[in-house]
């Protein structure tokens, strides 16, 4: 039982070292102004078509790979010493006039990986509330629970006063015995 889970960690892990290596063969050259300031314009172009072929959906595209070249190469000698990409996307965001192409490529960047983290603790949380709730649980009562966890942040936003007001309206006795005078 052990070497079972054992090797099924080895292979979840290498999945997702596999995973993150097409990821950094994709947005690499955006990772940092360092790595950036270090291509050649045949590189970056290389890179910057490569990245567009990425983001392509069928005739639907992104950005533009040679839009984006022209802008990067603006952006090597613009950028400050050793920035990362939220940095540069700031940067880039007070002038996204001059560089809408860049702008969007490293908003993908930037995205990217909290949707892997955002999916990864769902799945998290509707196991915890599956593994705890399991017997007494219907369905439906499990769905809305996975909802609460997960959209916690709408939750803290709710006035409650207001929610309880409106349920005991809609019923006659939850007035009488619950109204307030």
């Not at 997702?16 to 994709?26: M, T, W």
């Not at 400050?80 to 702008?103: E, H, T, W």
């Amino acid at each position: 039982y052990f070497l079972h889970v054992v090797d099924q960690a080895i292979v979840s892990l290498n999945t997702r070292f596999q995973q993150y290596e097409g990821y950094e063969k994709i947005f690499g050259f955006l990772f940092t102004s360092n790595r950036l300031r270090s291509l050649d314009d045949k590189s970056l172009l290389a890179a910057c078509v490569n990245l567009e072929g990425a983001l392509k959906s069928g005739e639907n595209k992104d950005i533009d790979g040679l839009e984006l070249c022209c802008e990067l190469l603006f952006l090597q000698d613009s950028l400050q010493k050793s920035m990362g990409p939220l940095d540069i996307l700031n940067f880039l965001k007070k002038r996204s006039l001059i560089y809408p192409n860049a702008v969007i490529a490293y908003r993908i960047l930037l995205t990217i990986p909290v949707t892997v983290a955002s999916a990864e603790r769902s799945f998290s949380k509707l196991k915890l509330l599956k593994s705890y709730l399991r017997s007494t649980m219907s369905q439906e009562r499990l769905n809305g629970l996975a909802t609460i966890g997960l959209e916690n942040d709408i939750l803290e936003k709710i006035n409650y006063e207001d929610l309880i007001e409106d349920f005991i309206s809609r019923n006659t006795r939850r007035m009488l015995l619950f109204g307030r005078k």
